[in-house]
Structures are given as C-alpha cells and as structure tokens.
C-alpha cells in the first residue's frame, strides 16, 4: 500500500474508540510516515527495495521515536483541526506514546501479509507473515475500518456529543 489512504482506516477507528489513551493526530501521521519509504523510492528511482527498512519492526521503531520526539512540541497545532471536527483530546506525553509506536506497529502488521519483499523481523531475513492474509483481505479490513470510523466519529460527535466528556 504505497502511501495509500488505506492505513488511515484503521488508524481511525483505533484512534476514535480510545481516544482518551492515544494520541489521534499522532497516531494518523505515525500509521502513514512509514510510507516515506516506498514514495522516496518511487520518486527518486532509488535502486532499492520498496518495502526496505523502515517496514521492519526495528525501522518502524526509530519512526515512532522520531514521531513521538516529533509530536511532542508540534501537537498543539493539530487542536484547532481537531476542535473544527469536534474532537476535544487533551495534550498527554503518553497517549502521543503511543499514538506514534500503535501507529507504525500497526503499518508494518498491515502491509507484511502483501508483501513478500519485507523483513519484519531483521536483521533475520524472510517473511513469516506472507500471503497468511490475502490482499483482498487486507483492503477489505481498510475500507470497512474507515467506514465503521464515519459511523464512530458520527455517533461520537453528533448524536451523543453532549453525554460524551470532553477527553
């Protein structure tokens, strides 16, 4: 899923239903930041795996630590976005934690399954994960992610807006 809005499904539904534990912004930009990769390659015609580095777990993990170091003084940018949608999400160290490790953890899960050139667990080469879910499956989980996000973010915000804490 080279850079693909098919991530952001997941991430979304994830993110909606614990919103008090994880950081949303955070967590939307870590479940696509991985995907620097696959467009560098493309972009720049490197002559180097799409699915290299940074889909490993070892990768992944230094993104996260660079979108969580990241997060940290940027997040306050994101609220006046996320206040516009209705979403009220107090600013914690923890929940941008683990908004930006969930988030490439979960990228990385997604995309082993498609891809037979990833190395979820180098520096130990090979794919455990490979065709153990189809890609029809993979995209389906994606689609029905994002569209249970409309119904969660729907009822969240418009139908029990004023029974719901401000998180």
């Known amino acids: ?96 934690f683990w908004g930006a490790y969930i988030g490439v953890y979960k990228h990385i899960l997604l995309d082993a399954p498609l891809y037979i050139e990833m190395n979820p667990f180098f520096p130990q080469l090979g794919n455990p994960f490979y065709g153990v879910v189809s890609p029809y499956d993979i995209y389906s989980l994606c689609t029905i992610s994002f569209i249970l996000a409309v119904v969660i973010y729907v009822l969240r915000v418009a139908v029990f807006r004023k029974d719901l804490p401000e998180v």
């Open 1 to 96: 899923m080279p850079f693909t809005p098919y991530h952001e499904g997941p991430a979304l539904v994830i993110g909606l239903i614990f919103l008090r534990f994880i950081d949303l912004p955070t967590l939307l930009i870590s479940s696509i930041i991985v995907d620097i990769e696959p467009l560098a390659v493309i972009f720049f015609g490197l002559p180097y795996p799409l699915h290299g580095f940074f889909h490993t777990f070892l990768g992944a993990t230094l993104l996260g630590t660079v979108t969580f170091v990241a997060m940290l003084p940027l997040r306050k940018y994101f609220t006046p976005f996320m206040d516009a949608f209705g979403i009220h999400q107090e600013i914690k160290r923890s929940n941008i």
